[in-house]
């Protein structure tokens, strides 16, 4: 039910940044986490990083200290900073959301539909 808008992918070379942005285009009662997942051509989708609606944070391995990701918990949006790109950093990034809709109804998780990060010279 939730749309998940995202923006921010495109080209960038070696050593460049770029920022993802993905909010939720209706307002939801509550926010449990948001984050951010990416998927590679012949790979599995995998996680890249997570923030709850309290600010802790996951990350990937290999983002730490590359990227960083943030929210505006107002907004019902989630941001993602990578710094330092590199090659294998190509892939289709997907936001994700898990929310409540109204404080009666369980949790259910959404995906938006995907913006493309290329990373080469």
């Known amino acids: 039910q939730v749309q998940l808008v995202e923006s921010g992918g495109g080209l960038v070379q070696p050593g460049g940044s770029l920022r993802l942005s993905c909010a939720a285009s209706?307002?939801?009662?509550?926010?449990?986490?948001m984050g951010w997942y990416r998927q590679a051509p012949g790979k599995q989708r995998e996680l890249v990083a997570t923030?709850?609606?309290?600010?802790?944070?996951n990350y990937k391995d290999s983002a730490k200290g590359r990227f960083t990701i943030s929210r505006d918990n107002a907004k019902n949006t989630v941001f993602l900073q990578m710094n330092s790109l590199k090659p294998e950093d190509t892939a289709v990034y997907y936001c994700?959301?898990?929310?409540?809709?109204?404080?009666?109804?369980?949790?259910?998780?959404?995906w938006g539909q995907g913006t493309q990060v290329t990373v080469s010279s």
């Open positions: 994700y959301a898990r929310f409540q809709i109204t404080i009666t109804l369980p949790w259910v998780g959404s």
């Open positions: 923030i709850t609606s309290g600010g802790s944070t």
């Open positions: 209706e307002s939801i009662f509550s926010i449990q986490v």
